[in-house]
């Protein structure tokens, strides 16, 4: 079955460290998400990216993140200057329409040190 | 993937009996909702879906149940086995919208 892959499963960066986190979407889906849970809350909603632009982000999603499809399988968050409060799980999701289910990964643990 | 911290609801089962695990959400405008499961150190996986035209439906040992009058969502597992231990979100997404709003979610802990 095809799934969304997304790696590192873990990263430990420095505060103020760049990070750039990864995720491989499902092939034939065109609508992509990058949503967080940091320890102990809810899954929040971070970004939706559709036909290589932002189609809506959260009040979350600001100055400090990016996302960026750099080539025809992979999609990217950055975050640019790290903060203690962006340590979080960090889970990119894809889905085939906008109105169709989101498919998720399996996260990255983003540790800021 | 873990929810570790999370004040959760619970809910134990005994093996071979039914489950049920309710959601209440409060956006009226919400026409698109989702069940998910999340087991420790995965993401959430899919599990069902229905939109805000039905009042019902099933799939492989899930119901799930929609009722708009008191925004409540419900997921039934007919016969739950082991590994149907793992933490269920309920997500609910508006008309137009991309962005799915997740609940808190509940435990489910199926005894052997």
């Known amino acids: 079955e095809p799934e969304v892959t997304q790696t590192p499963s873990h990263q430990v960066t420095q505060m103020g460290q760049e990070v750039i986190l990864r995720c491989v979407p499902i092939s034939n889906h065109l609508y992509f998400y990058w949503y967080r849970q940091i320890l102990g809350q809810k899954v929040e909603f971070l970004v939706s990216?559709?036909?290589?632009?932002?189609?809506?982000k959260s009040e979350i999603f600001d100055d400090q993140f990016s996302v960026e499809r750099p080539d025809g399988s992979n999609f990217t968050l950055k975050i640019r200057s790290t903060k203690l409060e962006d340590s979080a799980m960090y889970f990119c999701?894809?889905?085939?329409?906008?109105?169709?289910?989101?498919?998720f990964g399996d996260g990255t643990r983003l540790s800021i040190l | 993937g873990e929810s570790v911290g999370l004040h959760l609801p619970t809910l134990s089962v005994q093996e071979g009996d039914n489950s049920i695990i309710n959601c209440a959400y409060s956006?009226?405008?919400?026409?698109?909702f989702i069940w998910y499961k999340q087991e420790s150190g995965k993401g959430p996986q899919f599990i069902i879906d229905?939109?805000?035209?039905?009042d019902k439906r099933q799939g492989q040992r899930v119901t799930v149940l929609l009722n708009k009058t008191v925004k409540h969502l419900s997921l039934q597992i007919a016969a739950t086995q082991p590994g149907d231990s793992a933490v269920y979100f309920c997500?609910?997404?508006?008309?137009?919208?991309?962005?799915?709003?997740f609940g808190t979610g509940t435990r489910l802990t199926v005894i052997p």
């Open positions: 990216f559709y036909n290589n632009e932002i189609s809506e």
């Open positions: 956006n009226s405008a919400s026409d698109y």
């Open positions: 229905i939109r805000s035209n039905m």
């Open positions: 997500a609910e997404k508006e008309t137009g919208a991309n962005n799915l709003f």
């Open positions: 999701a894809s889905s085939d329409s906008p109105s169709g289910p989101q498919h």
